[in-house]
């Protein structure tokens, strides 16, 4: 075999072995890795992380402290100021119950602990928002027994010693996690009533200090208390199901919403994410604080710590012009403007938006004064590598407020404005330090590696067919010479005729002289 030859036949093999391994071969094996990698196999690091989040997140909490309750009591628009960040640390863990090898599925009950780091803030600042009894009380009974009017006047006036306006004062501690005393020792109809309604309904959300004196407060009953059961796939069967709820609180199906669709559980718990998501693609998860699922819309691609990612956002909708988001309106008539979920039907009369009113109707914002939403502060937003479905930084942002409507027959409520008024927003923020991006960091290197050398090695290759056709060209293109050889019969004639000239002494009697050839 020629040299030409053979340096085709080796760049061919070359080029077919490079093509599998660093286009097939390689790609394929980083993706068998990623889908074994994971799952919530018991004792896989991811398990372990899944179980208990080896670090804490931080956590901030703003407040809306109200200047102007009097006025806002008269009818004037209410007046907020930011105070915060209280800042926290937030531990997330999870108690097991139980596994299931025939379903591929695992239960437990989610716990979040919160431990408060003070700064500049203490937590003994005075602060004043909307009283998250007496509204939710007046709200509640408004929505659902408007006759009672009278009565429900008569024991707020009882239970909370006639207030001026329908706002509490009082620190931070004490309105988020120490709790605010309510004096249930009434003797009146209409406040012990109420008394006993709310001792029923929410014993889980109050600390009793007697039979009728007990706190209230919005975090501190949930701080370090397991709740939220949930059921989930451990995509052992199916890497694409890894952390799917298929549970929530023993429901595979919610019934807060007012269709099938809306009642779907889809998505995780928020904690972990399958690998291999399509680019650009939505990413549901469940909500359990707003008993919904949502989906992550895809903004873009960008760079965190050197690895790709894509970011993402949430939002609520418009229920009032998007068809499929009026099944969250509270009632068929009574939808929220874009921007706004209303919770009554979830954990409260509450209402969720971004903070600040970021994103939703213009009308929230001009309702209250001493609101500015922005983009940078207030945009809920995810950085995920779809490619192993890891979430390497995060800003979820919330805000709660509470609606107000006027009440001609009750005294706190009588002229207070339309409107929402916010009162507090939180934040946990997520940036997956250079030692839990390493992982990722050093799988990114390896593939550009190997795709560098790969295509090293396709070009050398190619170079190296190149060459081999040239030599195969230039070869083709040269000029045969072969030599001319005398044949033995001529040689003998002339061997005879000089012999013959030599007897003859030398003189030769040819048939043709060289002078008569010179003739033709």
Known sequence: MQFHARLALASGIILTCITIFGWVAFPNLIKSKIK????????????????????????????????????????????????????FEE???????????????????????????????????????????????????MRDKPSASNLINKAMNSIFRNPAHPFLTATFREIFFDGVIVNCSVTDFAGKAVCTQLKTE????????????????????????????????RGLKDYRQTGMVVEWNDLTELTTWTTKECNQIKGTEGTVFPGLIPHGSDIPSFAAMLCRSMAAKYLGDSKYDGIPVSRYTLDFGDQ?????????????????????????????????????????????????????????KHELYLLFN???????????????SMPFVPMPKVDVMKNVPNTLIPMFWV??????????????????????????????????????????????????????????????????????MSKSADDKGGVSNPAVSDNEIDKY
């Open 91 to 141: 531990w997330r863990s999870k108690d097991f119950v139980s596994e299931n090898e025939d379903d591929d599925t695992m239960t437990f009950y989610s716990k979040e602990t919160f431990i408060f780091k003070p700064g500049t803030l203490n937590g003994n600042e005075v602060l004043t928002i909307p009283h998250p009894l007496i509204v939710a009380i007046l709200l509640t009974v």
């Open 386 to 400: 779809t490619f192993t479905g890891s979430p390497v930084a995060a800003r979820n942002r919330l805000q709660f």
């Open 427 to 496: 934040e946990e923020a997520l940036d997956l330090n250079k030692t839990l991006t390493k992982p990722l960091r050093t799988m990114y290197t390896t593939m550009k590696v190997v795709r560098i050398i790969s295509w090293i090695i396709l070009l050398g290759t190619i170079g190296g067919l190149g060459y081999a056709g040239f030599l195969y060209y230039k070869r083709s293109r040269e000029i045969q010479i072969t030599p001319v050889k005398k044949d033995k019969k001529d040689n003998a004639i002339s061997t005879v």
């Open 36 to 87: 074994t990698g994971v799952t919530l196999k018991p004792g896989s690091q991811l398990r372990e992380m899944y179980m208990k989040i080896p670090f804490p997140i931080p956590f901030y909490i703003y407040v809306f402290n109200i200047t102007n309750p009097n006025e806002i009591a008269r009818g004037q628009t209410p007046i907020v100021q930011e105070v915060g960040p209280y800042e």
């Open 202 to 233: 929410g014993a889980k959300d109050f600390q009793f200090i007697e039979e009728n004196v007990f706190k209230f407060s919005l975090l501190g009953t949930k701080n370090g208390t397991a709740s939220n059961k949930f059921k989930v796939k």
């Open 320 to 376: 009032s012009s998007n068809e499929e988001d009026k099944c969250y309106c509270p009632a068929p008539d009574e939808c929220m403007k874009k921007g706004a979920l209303d919770l009554r039907k979830c954990s409260g009369p509450v209402v969720a938006t971004m903070p600040h009113f970021y994103n939703s109707d213009p009308s929230y914002v001009n309702g209250v004064k001493g609101v500015n939403p922005d983009k940078a």
